[in-house]
């Protein structure tokens, strides 16, 4: 059974369980898991962290809560995130022996928080993928169907949190990639404001694009994390000066405006989410809400936009992996003497789908095509922003699915890399937007996979956001019982 931060807490001032014991159980039931959902386990640093939660149990007497709401914690970190002293390999070869100096301001803050770090989740590699199969360290198994795939890229921390192999998870959401694991493992995912979360220590993949995203089993677990790690950074040009802000008043469905694009309950969407979703939404109308149809005209380039910018960024950033600066430096190349062979020893340890990115994302870039392709993109974007400013002028919120299909099977799209891009469609506009967007569970197809149902917001507006899939959760949970 998940426990929750709240039950873990009451179970620590009862004294029914210590962070040590509690750490211990995660280190088991992790070495057990058959679904390879971390690289690297910190057993001993875990342990470590864990005895001296002990000891401040043993002398306050119950948790410190306080400026520690992760007390106790196990948290799992994915594996593009530096974590001082720990291996970090971006699920790449290229990486595979890196030990960064220093932590991401996340995992400062959650560790700062009192959490307790159990290891580095598995990923797709440098974070390029919708399916966990890309790593260089093996897929993630799907945690109810180990015959599917968990989603990516940040397979490993759905999958975790959805098996209890840790209570929460940091992963990161580029085009979709908290959101789309989160849907099909079950769990809850929220992508933030581009720069509310600060991007330090985050190896880059798309930096326009990129954006660290809390993942748990329940609402209120994730807006627990997200409100520990949300917050200026001096140390990343991009993070937001403004802090997050209580809502004025409690929230409240009624008269609550929710827009529903036309675009996104088309007809490749399946029949059963499409159900699912729509259940949802009338659940939240006989509640007081008011469903709003909308049309998002350029929603239709939302992916061929994205993928010409996420690729020209990855090729950029990318190209410090060399050999010298970063990654493995091949020592037969280097005694040879050779700056060619060097290079083509180090990228040629860079996995398929990391090469087709950077491949393209040269080409749209080079002379002569970046204006028909990187910069018309860019003009795209700006189009797709507008559209959503003027929805977000109409409604609160606006719905729709987080993929048009439930978790597929291992190895179904290894040879159609666009199929697997186009799931991407209804997750990459609030990346390209910058807006915050979140996935909940919504039930489950015939075969038992979870649906998954995605609200976005406003700029800065993820206290709504989590007002409405608190309620959601709750109305669901009654609905059950």
């Not at 301001?105 to 928080?113: H, K, L, Q």
């Not at 392709?373 to 929805?391: P, T, W």
């Not at 290894?414 to 807006?435: E, H, R």
């Amino acid at each position: 059974m998940i426990q929750s931060i709240r039950e873990i807490h009451d179970s620590f001032d009862r004294g029914e369980k210590k962070p040590s014991a509690l750490v211990a159980e995660y280190l088991a039931r992790i070495q057990a898991s058959p679904l390879n959902a971390y690289i690297t386990v910190c057993a001993d640093r875990a342990l470590r962290q864990a005895i001296r939660a002990d000891e401040v149990l043993l002398k306050a007497g119950k948790v410190p809560r306080s400026g520690q709401p992760l007390f106790g914690i196990p948290v799992g970190i994915k594996d593009n995130l530096a974590l001082s002293g720990v291996r970090m390999t971006c699920a790449s070869k290229v990486l595979e022996n890196y030990i960064p100096p220093y932590s991401a301001t996340a995992v400062e803050r959650v560790e700062a928080a009192g959490a307790i770090t159990l290891g580095k989740l598995n990923m797709d590699e440098f974070a390029m993928g919708g399916s966990n199969e890309n790593s260089a360290f093996g897929p993630v198994l799907h945690p109810t169907h180990p015959d599917r795939v968990p989603g990516g890229s940040s397979g490993g921390a759905a999958a975790a949190v959805r098996a209890n192999l840790c209570v929460v998870a940091l992963g990161s959401d580029t085009g979709g990639s908290v959101r789309l694991p989160a849907s099909y493992c079950g769990v809850v995912g929220l992508k933030p404001t581009y720069g509310r979360i600060s991007r330090y220590g985050l190896v880059a993949f798309a930096s326009s694009l990129d954006q660290v995203g809390p993942i748990a089993a329940n609402v209120e677990d994730t807006e627990v994390l997200f409100n520990v790690l949300a917050g200026h950074d001096s140390r990343d040009s991009t993070s937001l000066l403004s802090e997050v802000t209580a809502p004025a008043a409690p929230f409240s469905i009624a008269g609550l405006r929710i827009g529903v694009p036309a675009e996104y309950f088309v007809e490749g969407v399946a029949s059963e989410i499409r159900t699912a979703i729509h259940f949802k939404l009338q659940l939240l109308e006989s509640q007081g809400a008011r469903l709003v149809p909308l049309h998002l005209a350029h929603s239709r380039y939302a992916v061929a936009t994205y993928y010409l910018l996420a690729v020209s960024e990855a090729s950029s950033n990318l190209s410090r992996f060399d050999g010298v600066r970063y990654g493995v430096r091949p020592q037969a190349a280097v005694e040879a003497g050779e700056l060619g062979a060097f290079y083509r020893a180090t990228r040629a340890r860079f996995g398929a789908e990391v090469k087709r990115r950077i491949i393209l994302g040269t080409f749209a870039l080079s002379s002569g095509y970046v204006d028909a392709y990187y910069h018309r993109a860019s003009q795209v974007r700006k189009l797709i922003q507008r559209d959503f400013a003027q929805a977000f002028s109409e409604v609160d919120v606006i719905a729709s699915p987080v993929a048009p299909a439930t978790a597929y099977k291992l190895g179904e799209r290894s040879d159609d890399p666009l199929q697997m891009y186009l799931n991407d469609i209804f997750t990459v506009p609030a990346n390209l937007a910058g807006f915050p967007a979140i996935s909940l569970p919504s039930g489950e197809d015939a075969a038992g996979l979870p649906i998954g149902l995605q609200f976005m917001a406003a700029h800065s507006n993820e206290t709504l956001l989590f007002g409405l899939a608190r309620q959601l959760e709750q109305s669901l949970k009654e609905e059950r019982s």
